[in-house]
């Protein structure tokens, strides 16, 4: 006789598939369409308030370089 786990129960359960009977009217298709835009302006809205710093955070290594090479340039 085959001896039942918890864990062979809890993956029988987990790969047990039944029917969605689910429908996704047109109207779905839009609102997910409009989430998906709302998720990019969000973004785009966030990278351009914070622009500035992440400019910074790039620009700063190139800044440090060059005067580092200035200040070796003069010594």
Excluded at 14 to 19: K, S, T
Excluded at 43 to 70: A, H, M, R, T
């Amino acid at each position: 006789m085959i001896k039942l786990t918890f864990k062979s129960l809890a993956a029988f359960l987990c790969l047990w598939i039944q029917p969605a009977m689910a429908y996704i009217d047109p109207a779905s298709g839009s609102a997910i369409m409009s989430a998906v835009i709302g998720f990019l302006v969000a973004i785009g809205l966030v990278v351009k308030i914070c622009w500035y710093k992440i400019k910074s955070i790039f620009s700063e290594k190139k800044s440090q370089q060059n005067s580092d090479k200035n200040s070796s340039i003069k010594d």
